[in-house]
T-cell receptor, first 115, second 109 residues
């Protein structure tokens, strides 16, 4: 247990569906992250929120829409996804973002399959 | 561009020692991290190096040479539970983490 939880753990959706991924951290951190992890590829940073403000959007397609209502919760809203979006989506949190050696703590991920 | 290189897969024997290398070319350097990720689980933090030298933590040690853009993770007295992927990540001048693709370590009895 890392103190970061994600739901659902597995998700199968069609290309026309709308779904949301949820992440919650119980560590009192101020920064939260969404990553995409594909087989045999490096982790791809998607979004960063620091004190509820989005500070990074790494050229992510608009079919992925993040939401951070407070420092403990992070959502990733999905709509009209493509099969190549199938991957493991990881949420992480850290004390802050952008300075020092803050360690990121990861949730177990949501395994997404787009049909 | 920024790049982290690490072997795709390694095999070692239970009880032995294994060294997983990581080389990096990044725009600036503000620390290097090693994470362990078991299949289907979250990556978990193992070590952080920001100065040259060896950091030892139980059976695991991590080494850094900033002038060579090089790090390694050393695992001693290997156990079957050490079978996992090991991820190397470097924090660049913008404090962004640049990740390697990970090294899958297979431990055989």
């Amino acid at each position: 247990e890392t103190g970061v939880t994600q739901t659902p753990r597995h998700l199968v959706m069609g290309m026309t569906n709308k779904k949301s991924l949820k992440c919650e951290q119980h560590l009192g951190h101020n920064a939260m992250y969404w990553y995409k992890q594909s087989a045999k590829k490096p982790l791809e940073l998607m979004f960063v929120y620091n004190f509820k403000e989005q500070t990074e959007n790494n050229s992510v397609p608009s079919r992925f829409s993040p939401e951070c209502p407070n420092s403990s919760h992070l959502f990733l809203h999905l709509h009209t996804l493509q099969p190549e979006d199938s991957a493991l989506y990881l949420c992480a949190s850290s004390q802050g973002a952008g300075s020092g050696g803050e360690t990121q703590y990861f949730g177990p991920g949501t395994r997404l399959l787009v049909l | 561009g920024q790049n982290i290189d690490q072997p795709t897969e390694m095999t070692a024997t239970e009880g032995a020692i294994v060294q997983i290398n990581c080389t990096y070319q990044t725009s600036g350097f503000n620390g290097l991290f090693w994470y362990q990720q078991h299949a289907g689980e979250a990556p978990t933090f193992l070590s952080y190096n920001v100065l040259d030298g060896l950091e030892e933590k139980g059976r695991f040690s991590s080494f850094l040479s900033r002038s060579k853009g090089y790090s390694y993770l050393l695992l001693k007295e290997l156990q079957m539970k050490d079978s996992a992927s090991y991820l190397c990540a470097v924090r660049d001048s913008n404090y962004q983490l640049i990740w390697g693709a990970g090294t899958k370590l297979i431990i055989k009895p």
